[in-house]
């Protein structure tokens, strides 16, 4: 089954830096890699996803890269805000896709410093 | 249009209880999955359905943990003789259809076992 790696497990930034957090998987028929934010004491939202038939997907100040080579994802967010402040968690499908569920990282706790 | 919703948001439970946490997932979804979020960490996969079959209980972690979804809408999970270690927040997420699929998260259900 799939193995889902993310680190740093906490990252601080100052308002303005960019913040990268990368993530790691071991299923080769992984093809869908989501990123989630939760703040605290919030749901999981998503904020940017990517399948395996693109290598980078940018929305404004967000963007994901996959290398499905090497199997890491990473999430790069520019420009950082306070508000960009919360636990960010990937995720890659369970058994490669051929299930829905979702095997998650441990969680990126991002600190946007003003 | 209204998202995943849970109910309760709190639960305390003394340690024996059975509770049953409800979900109601949005409207047309044909997968619903079931995730424990122990604190600190990320969703741990329970079970999920697709319509009112359960295509996958391998993540219950006992027999005390069982999931229904009948009229493939509405589910409930419930926990026999809650013990203290099933503390956590259960959350609840639909999709559209099962696999590579936009998961919509509910906001929780924070079961207490003393």
């Known amino acids: 089954g799939e193995n889902v790696e993310q680190h740093p497990s906490t990252l601080s930034v100052q308002e303005g830096d960019s913040a990268v957090i990368k993530c790691t998987y071991s299923?080769?028929?992984?093809?869908?890699f989501p990123w989630y934010k939760q703040e605290l004491g919030k749901r999981p939202q998503l904020i940017i996803d990517?399948?395996?038939?693109?290598g980078e997907k940018k929305d404004q100040r967000i963007a994901v890269t996959l290398n499905k080579t090497a199997k890491h994802f990473s999430l790069h967010i520019t420009e950082t805000q306070p508000e960009d402040s919360a636990v960010y968690f990937c995720?890659?499908?369970?058994?490669?896709?051929?299930?829905?569920?979702?095997?998650f990282g441990k969680g990126t706790k991002l600190s946007v410093k003003p | 249009g209204a998202g995943v919703s849970q109910s309760p948001r709190y639960k305390v439970a003394k340690r024996g209880q059975d509770v049953a946490l409800r979900c109601d997932p949005i409207?047309?979804?044909?997968?619903l999955f079931w995730y424990q979020q122990a604190l600190g960490q990320g969703p741990e996969f329970l079970t999920y359905?697709?319509?009112?079959?359960?295509?996958?209980k391998s993540g219950l972690p006992s027999d005390r943990f069982f999931a229904e979804r009948p009229e493939g809408s509405v589910s409930t999970l419930k926990i026999q003789r809650t013990q203290q270690e099933d503390s956590a927040v259960y959350l609840c997420a639909s999709s559209l259809q099962l696999k590579q699929e936009t998961q919509y998260f509910g906001p929780g259900t924070r079961l207490l076992v003393l």
């Open positions: 409207s047309g979804h044909v997968s």
């Open positions: 995720a890659a499908p369970w058994r490669g896709g051929s299930q829905g569920n979702l095997i």
């Open positions: 990517i399948r395996s038939n693109v």
């Open positions: 299923d080769s028929a992984s093809n869908y």
């Open positions: 359905f697709q319509n009112e079959a359960q295509l996958d």
